[in-house]
């Protein structure tokens, strides 16, 4: 039972009880902070509460005298919620303070009043990543590994929102909008512009020379290579143009190279998409390719070992070759399906059951291609696309979902494209030199993110860094470091989490 208040307590006694009740010199029961003086001012025994045998109704409730609907902090949680108790109040951030008159309860800088909002439907605290601790106790309220200290820093007490969506940095996994997230590219700062990667879409630094590396073992015409997810290796089209006796090689990490799958007789250039972890309905590992027949692509397992071919047959007459035009999205924006380009300029999607289904018909020979994250901050007009090259023509041409096209001239003649992928090594077929050249992941890093050209006639390196400076897309091509490989004719580039000898993960 909760005290009545104090002064109410004592008028109420007063009118009940003589001057005989009680001793002099005793306490009144049950009323906490009254004085042995009656309020009038009269001496012990006058006005005396609580006698011996008295029926009077006294509180005699000894408990707290707080509820737990209190919010002695003002800040929008009740004392209650705050772990508030007399014998151990809870204190988060162990500052002294307990956390019911504390207004940042766990010391990250912002207040609980902002951390706790908006309370989810159930009426609980905010909590940001789901951890089961609200984000007013929380040091890292979105679980991507940088402290709300840090994301949340701020000279006039509202936490920054670098993308200006609506959620501050502490709560966006992307805090800057550029399809990379703040897990991944953490307080680094790859491109040297003094400004941390997780609030920075653009790369603007200067981009060293590379480091190429020749893989030490020789191969026989290569073409494509990409990342083998399932094997942590990369696959190789080896025997231009004939594919005999085999048309793959899978390299393993000590520079060796081992057949992969018994498929052999794919004419013209074969060039590989793969699926990774993600792709609707593919499983990890899964080579597509095209066999140098009209309109035709084969699916090949994880291990090689089932081969359908064809298993897409496109509809319809002169659809042009699958020469390097084969992509999985990971982007979500295509449905994680694969992308097809064809030499007649046709881009298909087509899902797991090897259903396709026409996109765009651009009526020219398209080459290299590759889906484009929707990230306006990073990539501009490209965010959100599919975008093929167009060698003959020096073009790049643009593909949105809807089937609208557009071109660009970006002054190079595409080969191939692909999406420097932080933390992976770069590998490209030299096919002028029937080498697989390497660039250690850590070179790339000041490109990551970003996409990079593929141009088949060399004068110099012949890749070139393709990025968004905020208002138009450059392109830039880049330089050997002393010592490099020599360069010659390239065919097909990716970025793979694995390392080959020279060129460790």
């Known amino acids: 039972m909760r005290a009545l208040p104090l002064l109410g307590v004592l008028a109420t006694l007063s009118a009940c009880t003589t001057p005989d009740q009680g001793k002099p010199g005793e306490d009144p029961v049950g009323v906490e902070g009254v004085s042995d003086s009656a309020p009038d001012g009269g001496t012990e025994g006058e006005g005396g509460t609580g006698a011996e045998g008295s029926d009077t109704n006294v509180d005699t409730d000894t408990g707290p005298d707080w509820s737990p609907d209190d919010d002695s902090d003002g800040d929008g949680l009740t004392d209650g919620e705050e772990g508030r108790d007399d ?62 200290s840090v994301e949340g820093a701020s000279d006039d007490g509202v936490p920054p929102d670098t993308d200006g969506d609506g959620t501050a940095d502490y ?75 085999l048309a793959f090689e899978r390299v393993e990490t000590d520079g060796s190279h081992v057949a992969f799958s018994s498929v052999t007789g794919l004419t013209n250039e074969v060039k590989i998409a793969t699926a990774r972890t993600g792709a609707a309905g593919f499983s990890p590992g899964e080579l597509f390719v095209g066999n140098g027949i009209d309109g035709q692509i084969v699916r090949i397992s994880p291990d090689g070992g089932t081969v359908q071919n064809p298993w897409v047959d496109l509809p319809g007459p002169d659809n042009g070759l699958l020469r390097g035009s084969l992509y999985v999205d990971r982007t979500g924006v295509w449905g994680n399906e694969l992308l097809v380009a ?66 660009l001239n970006v002054g190079v003649a595409v080969e191939d494209i692909d999406i420097i992928v932080p933390h992976e090594n770069f590998f490209g077929v030299n096919y002028g030199t029937s080498r697989l050249i390497g660039v250690p992941a850590q070179n790339m890093l000041p490109m990551a993110g970003d996409i990079l050209l593929t141009q088949e006639s060399v004068t110099s390196v012949g890749l070139y860094h393709l990025r968004y400076d905020g208002t138009v897309l450059v392109a830039e091509e880049l330089t050997a470091a002393s010592g490099s490989a020599s360069l010659g004719q390239w065919e097909h580039v990716t970025t793979a989490a694995a390392g080959i000898q020279e060129v460790p993960e």
Request: hydrophobic residues 30%; charged residues 25%; aromatic residues 4%.
């Open 171 to 245: 709560r966006d996994e992307d805090s800057d909008a550029d399809g990379l997230s703040d897990s991944l590219e953490r307080l680094e700062d790859w491109d040297g512009d003094g400004i941390p990667n997780s609030i920075d879409p653009l790369n603007e630094g200067n981009i060293p020379a590379l480091p190429f590396t020749a893989i030490t073992t020789a191969f026989n015409s290569p073409i494509g290579i990409d990342y083998h997810e399932h094997t942590g290796t990369v696959v190789i089209t080896v025997n231009y143009p004939s594919g005999n006796p």
């Open 87 to 148: 014998d151990a109040p809870q204190d988060t951030d162990g500052d002294g303070t307990p956390d019911y008159l504390d207004e940042d309860s766990d010391g990250d800088g912002i207040t609980d009043l902002i951390e706790s909002q908006p309370r989810d439907e159930s009426g609980a605290p905010a909590d940001t990543d789901g951890d089961g601790t609200p984000d007013h106790l929380d040091r890292d309220s979105d679980d991507d590994g940088l402290l709300d």
């Open 342 to 407: 064809t030499t007649a300029g046709e881009l298909w999607r087509i899902n797991a059951s090897g259903v396709p289904t026409l996109i765009a018909d651009a009526d020219v020979h398209l080459e290299g291609l590759v889906t484009v994250p929707d990230a306006p901050a990073r990539y501009g007009p490209l965010a959100g696309k599919a975008i093929a090259g167009a060698e003959n023509e020096g073009l790049l041409y643009v593909f949105d979902t809807s089937g609208t096209i557009a071109s």
